[in-house]
């Protein structure tokens, strides 16, 4: 079995290699060629926490896997990130277990890489301005995506807590240096989001963080952070008046995010505001932008054949570099 750490992954899969990976994933989902029975949530009250089991079996790779997700908002508090992981992966021509993966990486990367394939394929290729609303644990990874999807020449980012924002900016105004573009923290969001071509928000927020008649014509907005019913990062104007809406899984979309479940319970939208599943654009079965005034949405709570091709892959690259940590019971 191998044992593959944050850095490990980091040495053999780039955010690049991680966005083909989700949109292999969510083709070979939205096309049925995957088994992903919805996840279990199971609720910590007392430390106000989730802790979320998800399996999934893609046929087509004879893999699958677990990751044990922990949700415990209070940790950034601690100084540890909110969004703690293990993946657990299964060879399943054999069914044994061959390798555990630093899950907390795995969900940064696997769910950046997931909004920068809606980015790659929805937005305009010319966007030239990002806004990144939150700066949390997976803050980084959604920045890279970004600036990997798009050649962003400048990315506003905002948090409620400024300081965070501020030095989030700050550190990945160096870490991403090769990307070139300005990482600004901002705190004018009236000012700066009418310029904004790719908008992702990625907070633990249960208000909506921007208002969105602010968004201008032609601009792609991903939300990544609401996946409970009573989290609503995105406004309902812009839910409703984005020219197409897609989503990762209609069936976790409706049965877990407030984004689109608080709108459709005020009767502002229903089901058929869901164009589709990229998925199902990357597959051809459904168009995705059309012109390059629309306001195209994504939403993605995040689907755990995400976390199997994922992890299948680095496993493998690590096999192949002789990366990792090989144990034995
Ligand atoms: N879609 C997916 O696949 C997926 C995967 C992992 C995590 N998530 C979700 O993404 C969210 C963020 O995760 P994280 O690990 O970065 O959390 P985190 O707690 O580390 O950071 C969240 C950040 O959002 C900021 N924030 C809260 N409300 C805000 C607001 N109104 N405006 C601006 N900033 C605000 C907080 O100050 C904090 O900096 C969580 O809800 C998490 O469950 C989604």
Avoid: W
């Amino acid at each position: 079995m191998l044992l593959l750490t944050k850095e490990d992954i980091k040495k053999v899969f780039s955010m690049k290699e991680a966005i083909e990976a989700d949109k292999q994933a969510f083709s070979m989902y939205s096309q049925g060629k995957s088994t992903v029975p919805l996840r279990v949530n199971i609720n910590v009250p007392k430390y106000q926490g989730q802790t979320l089991y998800m399996p999934a079996y893609v046929d087509d790779l004879d893999s699958g896997g677990v990751k044990i997700v922990s949700v415990f908002p209070g940790n950034i508090e601690k100084g540890m990130t909110s969004v703690q992981a293990t993946m657990v992966l299964v060879n399943e021509e054999t069914g044994e277990v061959c390798s555990i993966l630093d899950g907390t990486y795995l969900t940064q990367l696997r769910t950046g890489a997931a909004q920068g394939a809606a980015t790659d394929i929805l937005a305009r290729k010319d966007s030239k301005v990002g806004a990144l609303f939150g700066t949390g644990g997976q803050a980084a990874t959604q920045l890279e995506a970004m600036l990997t999807a798009r050649n962003l020449e400048r990315v506003y980012v905002f948090d409620i807590n400024k300081k965070r924002a501020a030095e989030f900016a700050a550190k990945m105004q160096s870490e991403l240096a090769c990307y070139g573009a300005e990482i600004v923290a901002n705190e004018d969001v009236e000012e700066v989001l009418p310029l904004a071509d790719v908008i992702t928000a990625v907070t633990t927020s249960k208000r909506p963080v921007f208002d969105g008649r602010l968004v201008k014509e032609g601009a792609h907005v991903n939300g990544v952070g609401a996946y409970t019913p009573d989290m609503q990062e995105l406004d309902e104007y812009i839910v409703k008046r984005a020219d197409r809406v897609y989503v990762d899984s209609k069936e976790a979309v409706l049965a877990e995010a407030g984004d689109f479940i608080i709108p459709m319970k005020k009767g502002i939208i229903d089901r058929d505001r869901i164009n589709g599943e990229l998925g199902e654009v990357i597959a051809g079965i459904v168009p995705g932008r059309q012109s390059e005034k629309e306001i195209t949405l994504f939403k993605t709570v995040g689907i755990a054949v995400q976390d199997v091709v994922t992890a299948h892959k680095i496993y493998k690259k690590a096999l192949e570099q002789g990366v990792g940590r090989q144990i034995q019971f």
